[in-house]
């Protein structure tokens, strides 16, 4: 394992060391079992002890011993037992704060204690049928079973309770030094068993930046089509893990590489086929790339948290430009309005991948706003045009400025310098309007009731293409005097009812 860690990760010396005998720790091992044990070691030994007065077996598994070898923050805890569901909630009751059985159809019970949140699920094998997206699990009756049919040998590692001792069947401690993902049976099993380990085998890549075997690679690729059993919401929660991970670009071009993308963001690949109008990239493909790194590299310096709304629409800004691809005469290549087919070409993906809604509509206004400021120019813009700019990016303001900051992907210098200098200039025009008329607040300067009034009319359609017409005018000319605003309205309404007329 290598010394460099990631984001989030402790840096710690490689596990490394004399060989240790089956079920029992190196010193290294031991010391990284023994960091996990440190803030939460009493709430798992007095677990570790109920199960055993009990006559059972329970192990802590999976992520939180992985996360553990890796000084990563350890969080949520994982944990496998041969006793039953009806057996662990028998055992846990009295002890545990709280316990909810929501996944107990599936072998797991959940419980809190003392402020840690546990999962305790009964050692067990599952497996999909050729055409079910819902997965057949079966109970099991060792520790050993159970480490074999999961996912990767990276977590297929435990650590038996009370006794701390160290379980590693398959070898992933040393494939996680090497940051290797391998499985513990033959890959064409696994992802048979549960397609949906393929897109973990992308995510971890870029999670934990691991790189699969050729065999995990081959078999991802060959068994890429079995997503379609796996349904939607699955899928987007492994590609929401893989956009906030520390590398999404690693995870996008491995989905690529394998085919896997072709089943779940089928819009990305094609975009390889396509050569940008800057005629400064390889493709689209790669520029989109460069952007979601751009993108992620300004999140970082301004102090943002990982953002998936503003890295989806990184990779997602350009995905309109294979459809309104055109030629013209002298060999350009135009792509004519591809911000506003891409918006709803975003919508659609991500509808369908069931992300919220909420996500989908700020993706979608991204990628339909992303070309906007291309026409600031050398910020001729009258104070108008910003007012309408920061107005129709609203709460996604903030974003839109990085994005658009990462969408500057050429190689010239000088006007990479020039359209840096651009945007700095409209912040601060944003900024100072935005201190001088509260912009994130702008409204007309005459509400419903008023133009009611004012108008002699009563509630209805009239009132809303007034009030539209009143906040143009503001946008347009900053605040109004009230008898002015008047005035305008008085002057709209005759005009309006002579075209009615």
């Not at 790189?211 to 081959?218: A, G, H, L, M, W």
Request: proline share 6%; charged share 30%; net charge negative.
């Amino acid at each position: 394992m290598p010394n460099s860690a990631l984001p989030g990760e402790t840096p710690r010396q490689p596990v490394t060391g004399e060989a240790a005998p089956p079920g029992r720790l190196t010193g290294e091992q031991r010391a990284a079992v023994s960091d996990l044990f440190d803030s939460i070691g009493t709430v798992l030994a007095e677990l570790g002890e109920l199960f055993t007065r009990g006559g059972h077996e329970i192990a802590l598994v999976g992520g939180p011993v992985r996360d553990a070898l890796l000084g990563r923050p350890v969080n949520d805890l994982d944990l496998t037992t041969d006793a039953v569901p009806q057996t662990i909630l028998s055992l846990v009751d009295g002890w545990a704060d709280a316990v909810w059985t929501v996944g107990i159809d599936f072998g797991t019970v959940g419980l809190r204690k003392g402020g840690l949140q546990l999962e305790i699920t009964t050692y067990r094998s599952e497996s999909y049928q050729p055409k079910s997206r819902k997965p057949e699990v079966h109970y099991g009756t060792s520790l050993y079973e159970d480490l074999v049919r999961r996912d990767f040998t990276v977590n297929a590692m435990a650590v038996r309770l009370p006794d701390r001792e160290f379980v590693d069947p398959f070898g992933g401690l040393a494939d996680l030094r090497a940051r290797r993902l391998r499985t513990p049976g033959r890959p064409e099993d696994s992802f048979t068993d549960d397609p949906l380990r393929i897109m973990r085998a992308v995510r971890f890549a870029a999670q934990l930046r691991m790189s699969p075997t050729p065999e995990v690679r081959e078999a991802a690729a060959a068994l890429a089509d079995r997503l379609s059993i796996v349904s939607a919401e699955r899928i987007r929660d492994e590609l929401t893990k893989l956009m906030v991970s520390a590398d999404p670009r690693r995870g996008v071009e491995l989905m690529v590489d394998l085919g896997v993308a072709e089943h779940v963001l089928p819009e990305i690949p094609k975009m390889r086929l396509e050569i940008d109008e800057h005629h400064r990239h390889k493709d689209v493909y790669e520029h989109s790339l460069t952007v979601l790194d751009q993108a992620i590299e300004l999140e970082r310096a301004r102090g943002m948290a990982p953002d998936l709304v503003l890295r989806l629409a990184a990779l997602l800004h350009d995905i309109g430009k294979p459809k309104t691809r055109a030629f013209e005469s002298g060999g350009r290549v135009t792509f004519h309005h591809h911000e506003v087919v891409g918006a709803s070409m975003a919508k659609h993906r991500l509808g369908a991948l069931r992300f919220p809604k909420d996500v989908i509509a700020d993706v979608s206004k991204l990628v339909a706003l992303h070309l906007r400021f291309h026409g600031y120019g050398k910020g001729e813009w009258t104070d108008s045009a910003v007012r309408r700019y920061a107005r129709d990016a609203g709460d996604l303001l903030q974003r839109l400025h990085v994005l658009t900051r990462a969408d500057c992907t050429t190689r010239n210098r000088r006007k990479a310098a020039a359209l840096a200098r651009a945007y700095d200039d409209i912040e601060r025009r944003i900024e100072r309007l935005a201190e001088e008329e509260e912009l994130n607040k702008v409204r007309p300067d005459l509400d419903g009731n008023e133009i009611q009034e004012i108008l002699g009319i009563g509630p209805g359609p009239v009132v809303g293409k007034a009030w539209r017409f009143l906040l143009e005018l503001r946008l347009e000319n900053g605040p109004m005097e009230k008898e002015a605003a008047a005035a305008e309205l008085r002057a709209w309404a005759k005009r309006h009812a002579d075209t009615d007329a």
